[in-house]
């Protein structure tokens, strides 16, 4: 049962981290207005830093990172309570352990792209399947 619920809220961030991603004119918003409120400019900046340098797949390894790094409080809470522990993030923060754990997370680029191709393919299917229903 923890398991489905935890499955859920890491589909659930999953969601929210594509929802950024597709979203691209409205990245630098995004991220300066959920984390610089949150955590300390030297964090945002190292993170915007590398999000710059390796791309949209550093967005989606530091959302896993978050999620490890607040795992136990995580699995303390029920699901409810977890997305709002998940809205507003406690600011005290470990700048070493979260990118270290950003740096564990082993998202390849191929994978990444893989994985948008497979959306796109599935966004054409399901206009393709409208399109018929309203013929």
């Known amino acids: 049962?923890?398991?489905s619920r935890?499955?859920?809220l890491v589909q659930k961030c999953s969601f929210l981290i594509g929802s950024f991603l597709y979203s691209r004119r409205n990245n630098f918003f995004y991220l300066s207005n959920n984390f610089s409120v949150i955590w300390d400019n030297d964090i945002i900046?190292?993170?915007w830093d590398c999000f710059?340098?390796?791309?949209e797949?550093?967005?989606i390894?530091?959302?896993v990172a978050i999620l490890k790094y607040f795992e136990l409080d995580l699995k303390m809470e029920t699901f409810d309570r977890a997305i709002k522990f998940l809205k507003d993030l406690p600011s005290d923060l470990d700048e070493d352990l979260l990118f270290s754990l950003i740096e564990k997370v082993n998202v390849s680029w191929q994978d990444y792209q893989d994985e948008l191709e497979q959306q796109k393919v599935a966004e054409i299917n399901s206009k393709v399947h409208q399109a018929l229903l309203e013929n």
Request: proline share 0%.
């Open 6 to 8: 935890l499955w859920i």
């Open 57 to 59: 797949v550093y967005a």
């Open 45 to 47: 900046s190292k993170i």
């Open 52 to 55: 710059l340098l390796e791309g």
């Open 61 to 63: 390894k530091t959302g």
């Open 1 to 3: 049962m923890l398991i």
